[in-house]
């Protein structure tokens, strides 16, 4: 028994792909072809996933100059500093422990099977976030962040 040749010997890859137009039947897994493809242009407010060693932003309020940072404080009392409407466009990672997760996630079942509307733990998150900075906006001394953490005034 004599092993026979291959029957790819001495072909080229390029001399195996027709540079002419083929039959419709060879063009269903074909990407189809546009005369002018439109440029996808992607939008300017979300976080792009370029590295860099530079910090994104610099602090945006001055030290010794409460309440010149970028949103204005409520003019009355009952008006959210932060909307859970305003676009998230930064983007960051946190860590919870797994009780956290827990009971995150518990709180979301229960609020779709109470409200019976779909709610996110993102949104959660974000609104836990909003509550403790506003807090501490309205009474810094006695909010609920420097009591938790146990501060004490210098």
Excluded: C
């Excluded at 990407?31 to 242009?41: E, I, L, R």
């Excluded at 099977?113 to 949104?123: A, F, G, I, L, P």
């Excluded at 509550?131 to 501060?151: A, C, P, T």
């Amino acid at each position: 028994m004599t092993k026979q040749g291959s029957p790819f010997a001495g072909l080229q890859l390029t001399s195996q792909t027709p540079l002419v137009r083929r039959g419709t039947d060879q063009q269903l897994f074909a990407p189809a072809a546009s005369p002018n493809p439109a440029p996808v242009k992607q939008p300017t407010n979300l976080p792009r996933k370029e590295g860099s060693q530079e910090p994104r932003k610099v602090g945006t309020q001055m030290p010794g100059n409460p309440g010149a940072s970028g949103r204005s404080e409520s003019s009355s009392e009952g008006q959210p500093l932060f909307a859970i409407t305003d676009p998230a466009t930064e983007k960051n990672s946190y860590m919870f422990s797994e009780d956290e997760l827990w009971a995150l996630r518990d709180v979301e079942s229960e609020l779709e099977q109470t409200y019976r509307t779909e709610v996110s733990k993102y949104n959660i998150v974000r609104l836990g976030l909003h509550f403790i900075l506003e807090d501490y906006q309205r009474d810094k001394r006695h909010s609920f962040l420097v009591r938790r953490l146990g501060l004490q005034s210098k």
